[in-house]
């Protein structure tokens, strides 16, 4: 995703390298017996706090904020939203005959269903080099949002297997951007601190879109089936298609790019908008000038045990979280017609949506992941279970409530993933490219585990589910000690009294060789800076 401050007008640039850069040069720094100390106070001072915001400054930055929130917010979520609705209304055309127009098989559909992954997962690592190269993020996202509702608008004439096959994967393709592409345009808005809950918000957006898209699948299948000589799978997709690119024109001509290109920002909000952002890229989050490649980024992302940890266990959570793409299937089961299993998706997601904002909010205050992470686990497992085994209407219907809570997971796992891994970016965006393409690898095979032969209980793919969550679950015990060990080492690093290892010396060489800065600076950075349990 590249560093935030080389995207800065070059004055910015300038000023705060050359800053960082005399700050570097007047730190005493001496090795003696993997010892390493920093004389001078007051430039020690200087070189953890580096420069603040003024409280003039405070006052705009509050204005801009308010103001970056009132449109860029809305507007993500809303494209969010249409996204998870063009990925998801193939389960909810099972429900409308697609099956039948199509003369599809079982294995037929989840071929159509899985193939779509195969496009998403390949075209994530060429999407984020394509990123690299976009100077307007707004055009960019706005390209492919009106592709993505071309290809669904599209998808409503075809007549056979091998026209399905061919939209979804084309589908993944054109939908692949989107998620890295948001990462990186928040990223250019919103300082570390204030990107948790924007991303939060932002991920609510796929969850209400399982709500709305069920919803207006009900009222499409009720009141459109036929119209037209269309059956109503079909009006589904030419709908949600035709709105999907109308809104991908919005965002193309009002979604602005950078802050100094916004014209509604006075030269006040401009300055201190650039200002902040370069401050917080400086402090802890700087490519040194572009020192670090994307190669050495990739180098480094794959020589740290996290990148595997994380990505294995975003693989169990969205492999758990398949039955998404099968709810109005399994609502279904519950011994109602097509209209009121369509209905009956949208409980368990609106449920959701206000239960995983207060959770994200909870653990932000509270500062802790691991707990919040770990106790959805067996909630999940209990939802299965009850599926598996039971027959009445409520307690197969609480358990898809039950079962949703691996969308809690989800969210606070992007959580864990910035702080675990939170610099140089160049690592930072290649982890978070190889995770993103792990974890929605999972959606390429799971399709696989749900066949109509399993009805009602899907026993074989609820066990799947057990399976998985409980190896996401495991994966953030192993998580919890390394981040502990790794805190252990930072705090020793910290005392200047203590002696440092010979590992300690490598990783503080390292982190001087990826940052571009000496190892007295480097030692610097972990000052006061702790992984999130």
């Known amino acids: ?210 709500a709305f898209g069920s919803l207006i699948a009900a009222g499409i299948l009720s009141g459109l089936d036929g119209a037209r000589g269309l059956a109503s799978w079909r009006w589904l997709y030419i709908i949600e298609g035709t709105v999907t690119i109308f809104i991908g024109f919005v965002v193309t001509f009002l979604l602005p790019d950078f802050p100094h290109t916004w014209k509604l920002l006075t030269p006040e909000m401009k300055a201190v908008a650039n200002r902040r952002m370069a401050l917080d890229a400086a402090e802890a989050d700087l490519d040194a000038g572009g020192k670090t490649s994307h190669l050495a980024g990739m180098k480094a992302a794959f020589k740290d045990p996290k990148t595997y940890i994380l990505a294995i266990a975003y693989h169990g959570i969205t492999g758990a979280a398949g039955f998404q793409n099968f709810y109005p299937t399994l609502t279904q089961t519950l011994g109602y017609d097509s209209i009121i299993s369509l209905l009956l998706v949208a409980p368990p997601y609106v449920f959701t949506v206000f239960y995983s904002l207060a959770h994200g909010l909870t653990s932000d205050k509270v500062g802790n992941r691991f707990w919040f992470y770990m106790y959805p686990v067996p909630i999940v497992i209990v939802g299965a279970l009850l599926f598996m085994f039971t027959d009445g209407f409520g307690p197969r219907y609480f358990s898809l409530f039950l079962l949703n809570f691996i969308f809690v997971m989800n969210g606070t796992i992007y959580a864990w993933i910035a702080n675990a891994i939170p610099r140089p970016p160049a690592k930072r965006a290649a982890a978070l490219a190889f995770m993103n393409s792990i974890g929605n690898a999972a959606s390429i095979w799971t399709p696989f585990t749900y066949n109509d032969a399993d009805k009602p209980y899907y026993r074989e793919a609820m066990g799947i589910n057990i399976g998985l969550v409980g190896i996401a679950g495991i994966c953030g015990i192993i998580m919890r000690f390394y981040l502990q060990y790794q805190n252990r080492q930072l705090e020793r690093m910290e005392n200047e009294d203590a002696t440092l290892t010979e590992r300690d010396v490598k990783k503080l060489e390292k982190t001087a060789e990826l940052e571009g800065i000496d190892i007295a600076t480097a030692r610097m950075l972990q000052k006061g800076y702790r992984y999130i349990i």
């Open 1 to 210: 995703m590249g560093s935030l401050v080389t995207d800065l007008p070059a004055a910015f640039q300038t000023t705060l390298l050359k800053d960082g850069n005399e700050k570097g040069d007047n730190i005493h720094k001496e090795i003696h017996d993997h010892d390493i100390t920093i004389g001078d106070e007051v430039t020690k001072e200087e070189a953890r706090h580096m420069v603040e915001l003024t409280e003039e400054e405070r006052v705009i930055e509050k204005k801009l904020r308010r103001k970056i929130d009132s449109l860029i917010m809305p507007l993500v979520v809303l494209v969010y939203l249409m996204n998870y609705i063009d990925r998801n209304n193939y389960a909810a055309a099972k429900l409308q005959g697609l099956e039948r127009d199509l003369n599809l098989n079982d294995t037929e559909y989840q071929v159509g269903l899985s193939i779509l992954f195969v496009g998403y997962v390949l075209m994530q690592v060429p999407s984020n080099a394509m990123l690299n190269f976009c100077g307007k993020p707004s055009w960019y996202l706005g390209f492919f949002i009106i592709a993505w509702g071309l290809v669904s608008t599209l998808t409503s004439q075809v007549q056979s297997y091998g026209g399905i096959v061919a939209c979804r994967f084309i589908l993944g393709v054109v939908e692949a951007p989107f998620f890295p592409g948001i990462l990186f345009y928040l990223s250019k808005w919103y300082t570390k601190s204030e990107l948790n809950l924007r991303m939060s918000i932002f991920y609510s957006g796929s969850l209400i879109s399982g």
